[in-house]
């Protein structure tokens, strides 16, 4: 099985460099841009959490049943946004959950209990799961028809779209209420969606090579996985879950932790997340240079450890430039294992190898807040984080073991 960052950078006939024709040069612009408005959107909900959480009065418990919802919502969507990829294309299921999510964000703000907020976040879950997993198996797709590396710039996008979202929600915390900014994020979604999505809904007939055996974001027939394949894909699943129950520890408990531990003021814990955020993004472009220079088993166990040491900073540091400074750690640790991860399991299973890890993977995402959420109540917010660096480790440690699992 070729490995996926091994792959030629020139098309069928090419010598080499950026020779994709420029239809799919439309679709990966088209692509980076919904990557980018996802997490623009999510971090702009998770910077507002602590002041929705005095709206509702929720507890920290209470808080994580809320979230909850966004977990449940996601988790069940994602395991039907497979075949209604299938049916329907990956390209309508994104820019249909492209529409729900920007519509889906202002519901927070204007609840005013904690059962009304884990209902409403069902919706918004629903929606945030969907376009992950559309977005993904898109990339995915476009990645082979295009048979260059790209599938860490997408994941790029998303984090400078969350650095994006926390850096404008930090900036305007103080001066709107949580209402007025969501509402506005709705409308930059759909703005955007409706820019943007015409070019996705059009992919499929916008082939500069119609000679090419499939056209970028087609639908193809899934491959099917024998036992042990399906093994080998749930373990880059878990180590895809592992690492993203880091950042949505982070996106969702970050800024309380700052601003109800370490008593920063609402700004300056916006720019956690923020920071996080960039660190992992930075990260993510170096991504395909690391990965032909050490090799994938040495970057996931490098990233595992890096991002294990920065969370326990971020955790148990008793200052807040020190939690910073552990968040942006965390960030550089985190940044590739992800892509890494699904994109070994696309590489062995087609797009449903990908499917079945990014659903595993968002599921660690979404899951981890509500976890965090009751060890807080039970414990402490700052030990409830530590827990973070260990899913890191076993993310290291499974890395490793994975290292014969593909011919890659």
Known sequence: MPQLNKLRTALPGGTGGNTAPPSYNRLRTALTVFFALDGFLFAGWVVRIPAIKHQTGATASTLGLALLGVSAGAVITMMLTGSLCRRYGSHAVTVVCGVLLSLSIALPAQTGSVVALGLVLLVFGAAYGGMNVAMNSAAVDLVTAMRRPVMPSFHAAFSFGGMTGAGLGGLVAGSLSPATHLFALAGVGLLVTAATGPV???????????????????????????????????????????????EGALAEWGALHLTQDLHADPGLAAAGYS?????????????????ERFGQTRTLVAGGMTAGVGMLFGALAPTVWLTLLGFAVAGLGLANIFPVAVGRAGALAGPSGVAAASTLGYGGM????????????WSSLPVALTTVTLLAAVAAVLGYAARNATNT
């Open 200 to 246: 996705l809904l059009g992919g499929r007939t916008a082939a500069a090579h119609p000679a090419e055996e499939q056209e970028a974001g087609s639908r193809e027939q899934p491959r099917r996985m024998g036992a042990h394949t399906r093994r080998i894909v749930v373990l880059f699943g878990v180590i895809a879950l592992c690492t993203a129950y880091g």
């Open 366 to 377: 979404l899951l981890g807040p509500p976890v965090i959420g009751f060890l807080a109540d």
């Open 275 to 291: 920071l996080f955020a960039l660190t992992m993004a930075v990260g993510r472009l170096t991504g395909t240079k690391l990965l």
